[in-house]
């Protein structure tokens, strides 16, 4: 049984800060690339931000504007998503997901999501 569950969203003010977790259980993290993703109402769901198993190399959407931090630590088996400066733009369900490389349109495991809102 192979589990991801992200935790951490909420409503915050325009301006604020939260921090997305990415907990995988029965299987370990560092063998994979591990991508957040976002889907707002009426939207597709989008790429935001991927990092390497191999390197720990770090990708990100333009559209984040350097507010986000992507980060891991494989001795919790969890991946963290640092949001910063939020907009109400950013309003969405985040996920994670499992990936072979970054860059690659092709997942493995998915979480629930998490719901990000962004409101004043």
């Known amino acids: 049984q192979v589990h991801l569950v992200e935790s951490g969203g909420g409503l915050v003010q325009p301006g604020g800060s939260l921090r997305l977790s990415c907990a995988a259980s029965?299987?370990?993290?560092?063998?994979?690339?591990i991508g957040w993703f976002r889907q707002a109402p009426g939207k597709e769901r989008e790429g935001v931000s991927c990092?390497?198993?191999?390197?720990?190399?770090?990708y990100y959407a333009d559209f984040v504007q350097d507010r986000f931090t992507i980060s891991r630590d494989n001795a919790k088996n969890t991946v963290y998503l640092q949001m910063n400066n939020l907009k109400p733009e950013d309003t969405a369900v985040y996920y994670c997901?499992?990936?072979?490389?970054?860059?690659?349109?092709?997942?493995?495991?998915w979480g629930q999501g998490t719901q990000v809102t962004v409101s004043s």
């Open positions: 997901a499992t990936t072979i490389n970054c860059g690659i349109d092709i997942t493995y495991h």
């Open positions: 029965g299987f370990t993290l560092d063998h994979y690339a």
């Open positions: 990092i390497s198993n191999s390197d720990g190399t770090t």
